[in-house]
Structures are given as structure tokens and as C-alpha cells.
């Protein structure tokens, strides 16, 4: 007997609490720096409602934090304009996983769009990369981050200034530890390490002299570059 097409309606609960589920690892790190986004924005002004409406409807954790950090220090429109550039590695994350979401309806890769997050980016793009990757898994992963941040963004608001000064705890390591525990299982073929390494070389390398997050952005446009001409020159032995 064949196994359901993962794409019928049939496997969505099964499907989306496989997602759900594998997440669940990852949500100690979102739900500690929700808190702490929770936190910075009330000490910056910004009301519950507000805190709480940020990550509701604009989700992105990066991109928030910094908002709070100029909040009544630069005006609307750069602070627009420097969360895009933080949030460009949005448009690499979505072309890496749009090949495996060819033919599906508009309206769920819109749904998947807006869940996007580095966490269910790692998480989606490795069930796929193993052929076990379904549009119901992804949608669990980023509902299962979507839930963490709103939710620990509003117990931190609630608690509002009763931390004075979060990095006293640690926190900053969270996403850095994070990151490399969503890293590590993707090593395994020579190009991938190649781009880690080169990625990781120039965002390091030009952390001083570029603002805000654009080290990062570098990395992964350079990252991305040598990728794609070490794939086309790779002939994996047999």
C-alpha cells in the first residue's frame, strides 16, 4: 500500500503537529528572547497593546528589537528603512525553499511567507532536504514560533520594568547557541561546511565597519555566491 501524498488534506494534522513537534526544542531560546523584546519595549515607551501588536503583526525578532532600540530616536522612516535591510535574508530563506513549493496554492505560500523565520527556515528546509519535507510541516514549525514570540512577548511586557538590565542573565547567548545547534545537522556535505565557513569569515570580519545587521546581509550574499559556483564545480565521488 502507498503512503498519502503529504500535500492532501488528509495529512495536514498529522503534518502540522510533526512541525509543531519538532520545534518544541527550539522554543526555550524564542520564548526567552520574546520576554526579553517584551521587556526592552516597554522600557522604551511603548505600551503593552503595542509590544504585543509588534510581534503579532510584523514577527520578526531582529528587526524588532532594533525598532525598540531607535524608538524616539530616529524617525518612521528609517527605522522602516533599517529593518528591510535587516529582514533582506528573508528574500535568500524564501528563494532556497521556493523550488520545494512549486505548484502549491497562493494563498499557502503567502501563510508560509509571513511564518518565515530563521528557526522554521533551518527546520523546513532540512525536512526537505531529507524528503521528508511537506507544506503541513512547515506551517506547524512557524506556527509553533509564531506562538512562543507572541506569547513570551506579552509575559514580558506584563512584567515590564521589573528586570533592569536583561543581559545580566545571559540571554545574548540563547540565539548564537541556537543557531549552531540548527547548524550543525545541516553539515553534512563539503559545500555546505564551504559556505558556513566563508559566510561565517566575512560576517565576522566585516562586523566593525558595516551598521546594523549588514554583516550579516554580506555574509549570506557571499555565502550564497560561493555556494552556487562550489555546487556547479562539485562532482560528488561515488
Known amino acids: 500500500m502507498t503512503s498519502p501524498d503529504p500535500r492532501t488534506p488528509s495529512s495536514l494534522p498529522h503534518g502540522v503537529w510533526a512541525g509543531?513537534?519538532?520545534?518544541?526544542?527550539?522554543?526555550?531560546?524564542?520564548?526567552?528572547?520574546?520576554?526579553?523584546?517584551?521587556?526592552l519595549a516597554r522600557q522604551a515607551g511603548l505600551s503593552l497593546a503595542a509590544a504585543t501588536a509588534m510581534s503579532v503583526v510584523v514577527f520578526a525578532g531582529a528587526a524588532q528589537f532594533t525598532a525598540v532600540s531607535m524608538w524616539g530616536q530616529a524617525g518612521g522612516g528609517l527605522i522602516v528603512l533599517t529593518t528591510l535591510m535587516i529582514n533582506l535574508r528573508h528574500l535568500l530563506m524564501g528563494a532556497s525553499v521556493a523550488p520545494h513549493l512549486r505548484g502549491q496554492p497562493g494563498s499557502w505560500k503567502a501563510l508560509l511567507a509571513f511564518g518565515l523565520t530563521d528557526e522554521s527556515y533551518?527546520?523546513?528546509?532540512?525536512?526537505?532536504?531529507?524528503?521528508?519535507?511537506?507544506?503541513?510541516?512547515?506551517?506547524?514549525?512557524?506556527?509553533?514560533?509564531?506562538?512562543?514570540?507572541?506569547?513570551?512577548?506579552?509575559?514580558?511586557?506584563?512584567?515590564?520594568?521589573?528586570?533592569?538590565?536583561?543581559?545580566?542573565?545571559?540571554?545574548?547567548?540563547?540565539?548564537?547557541?541556537?543557531?549552531?545547534?540548527?547548524?550543525?545537522?545541516?553539515?553534512?556535505?563539503?559545500?555546505?561546511?564551504?559556505?558556513?565557513?566563508?559566510?561565517?569569515?566575512?560576517?565576522?570580519?566585516?562586523?566593525?565597519?558595516?551598521?546594523?545587521?549588514?554583516?550579516?546581509?554580506?555574509?549570506?550574499?557571499?555565502?550564497?555566491g560561493i555556494g552556487a559556483i562550489v555546487e556547479a564545480w562539485w562532482t560528488p565521488t561515488r
Not at 20 to 39: E, T
Open 122 to 224: 533551518a527546520l523546513a528546509i532540512s525536512g526537505y532536504l531529507r524528503g521528508e519535507g511537506s507544506r503541513e510541516f512547515f506551517l506547524g514549525a512557524n506556527l509553533a514560533i509564531y506562538g512562543g514570540w507572541v506569547l513570551s512577548t506579552l509575559a514580558g511586557g506584563i512584567l515590564g520594568g521589573l528586570v533592569v538590565d536583561p543581559g545580566r542573565w545571559g540571554v545574548g547567548l540563547v540565539f548564537p547557541l541556537t543557531f549552531l545547534g540548527l547548524l550543525v545537522p545541516l553539515l553534512v556535505r563539503p559545500v555546505t561546511g564551504v559556505v558556513a565557513l566563508a559566510s561565517g569569515i566575512v560576517a565576522v570580519a566585516t562586523a566593525a565597519w558595516l551598521p546594523g545587521k549588514g554583516n550579516l546581509v554580506l555574509a549570506i550574499l557571499v555565502g550564497s
Open 20 to 39: 509543531l513537534w519538532a520545534a518544541v526544542p527550539l522554543l526555550p531560546g524564542v520564548i526567552a528572547f520574546g520576554m526579553v523584546y517584551g521587556l
